[in-house]
């Protein structure tokens, strides 16, 4: 099913690129007045449903409580909101459009504080923190990028595989612009899915708010990163 959906996504980018480049060009320059409130990839959703939500991973009572949701939920989003820094850290070098270039700035900042916010909750609870992905160096790059290698998440909704973040690190201008918001809709729509299962399963009160949140900030990001694209 993955396979289906990344091919799918692969054959849209490449008929996308060439409409959607004319459209970032008709508002490039723009200050994001439109991005819908300045909310991001922020507060993020839940790993996936097979752990047990009604499950209690401590003896804790009351607002301390927490489920195996939860950590799956932190265990999840960690290595999610590093795969969005990743993309987000390109676009500086990479973007021909200024909307782009402030969406991406405002993902980074949103991002970083909140993984150190779900690996203290891991840490907190005795549970394992996701470690970075192991770098792949890329073809005439002085260093390797961070988490090139994503084939431990494959499984995770919205997450690039490896040859995605490849693709997009090769692009730039338009063709990036179209490639990176493309992938970002989807990678925004996968942790809105793993943030609704959180807030379902979850018990622990700090991450299912962080789960509330993520809902309302991101799906607000997918309707300014559609109207970017020009699909509404």
């Known amino acids: 099913m993955n396979s289906i959906r990344t091919l799918t996504r692969r054959t849209a980018l490449v008929a996308a690129t060439a409409t ?50 939860d950590v799956a939920f932190a265990q999840g989003m960690i290595p999610h909101h590093r795969q969005a820094l990743e993309m987000a850290r390109l676009a500086a070098d990479r973007s021909a459009s200024a909307e782009v270039e402030d969406l991406a700035a405002r993902i980074e900042k949103a991002q970083d ?84 299962t959180e807030k379902a399963e979850g018990r622990y009160a700090p991450a299912k708010a962080l789960a509330d949140d993520i809902v309302t900030a991101q799906n607000a990001e997918i309707t300014e990163m559609n109207k970017l694209l020009g699909t509404k």
């Open 113 to 196: 504080p909140e993984i150190t916010t779900m690996t203290g909750w891991l840490t907190a609870w005795g549970e394992e923190v996701p470690e970075p992905a192991a770098s792949n160096a890329s073809a005439g790059a002085t260093e390797p990028m961070p988490g090139m290698d994503h084939s431990g998440h494959a499984g995770m909704p919205g997450m690039m595989d490896g040859q995605d973040m490849a693709e997009l690190e090769k692009a730039s201008g338009r063709a990036f612009d179209t490639m990176f918001l493309t992938m970002m809709v989807e990678h925004h729509e996968g942790a809105v899915e793993m943030a609704g």
């Open 20 to 69: 959607a480049a004319f459209l970032l060009a008709a508002c490039g320059g723009g200050n994001g007045d439109d991005s819908g409130g300045g909310a991001h990839e922020g507060p993020h959703g839940s790993a996936s449903a097979s752990a047990g939500a009604g499950s209690s991973s401590g003896n804790e009572t009351g607002e301390k409580a927490h489920n195996s949701q």
